[in-house]
């Protein structure tokens, strides 16, 4: 089915340890993106990749990492977690002609 | 600073009847605006684009408006169904390929 799959879907991490949540889209969208959703903050942009080869600091960047692997894939890294970066990841792609498309969320908390 | 506001966290309405979604935007002129359903523990899903120059867009029971003097869109279900549950969030585009969401409204439509 054409869309856009992340994982892991849950996961736990403990201060100080780091992981990478991979999102990989199917639907030949150049542009792809990092949301993060807290409750009553809405979804805030991390980083975004406009274009195969660029990537760009979103509003809350800090404490990321991202890699634009190809076309498909989109990767989010956390060097060190934080307990402050327990929050609901999305990825999304689009076409910029329409709207986005969200994969199903990773939901990470840090301990 | 820029800001997007939606009317309430949580809108209780009983079914048949139209709900409206207002969404709320300052010191912003975007060139478009979108609106996504959101179900718990599922990534939004796109449901309507207008642009800055269009007043008025439909599709099926679903109408939007955008008023750019108002800085304003309201986001309309007619004649609702308890399918309708969900938390709703407006987005604007932003500078630099990026988009930013409101906190969203919980609509619940109850029999």
């Known amino acids: 089915n054409a869309g856009v799959t992340q994982t892991p879907k849950f996961q736990v991490l403990k201060t100080g340890q780091s992981m990478t949540l991979q999102c990989a889209q199917d639907m030949n969208h150049n542009s792809m993106y990092w949301y993060r959703q807290d409750p009553g903050m809405g979804l805030r942009l991390i980083y975004y990749s406009a274009s195969e080869g660029t990537t760009d600091k979103g509003e809350v960047p800090n404490g990321y990492n991202v890699s634009r692997l190809n076309k498909r894939e989109f990767s989010l890294r956390l060097e060190s977690a934080a307990p402050s970066q327990t929050s609901v990841y999305f990825c999304?792609?689009?076409?910029?002609?329409?709207?986005?498309?969200f994969g199903s969320g990773t939901r990470l908390t840090v301990v | 600073s820029q800001k997007i506001e939606q009317n309430s966290e949580a809108l209780n309405i009983q079914e048949g009847k139209t709900a409206t979604l207002t969404c709320n935007y300052t010191?912003?002129?975007?060139?478009?605006l979108q609106w996504y359903r959101q179900d718990p523990g599922r990534g939004p899903v796109f449901l309507l684009l207008?642009?800055?120059?269009?007043k008025e867009k439909r599709k099926e029971r679903l109408k939007v408006t955008f008023d750019t003097t108002l800085k304003q869109s309201l986001f309309h279900i007619t004649a609702s169904q308890p399918a309708d549950s969900a938390t709703y969030l407006c987005a604007l585009d932003w500078e630099n390929n990026d988009m930013r969401f409101g906190a969203g409204t919980r609509l619940t439509v109850k029999p």
């Open positions: 999304a792609s689009t076409d910029r002609a329409g709207g986005y498309t």
């Open positions: 207008i642009r800055e120059n269009e």
């Open positions: 010191n912003y002129s975007p060139a478009y």
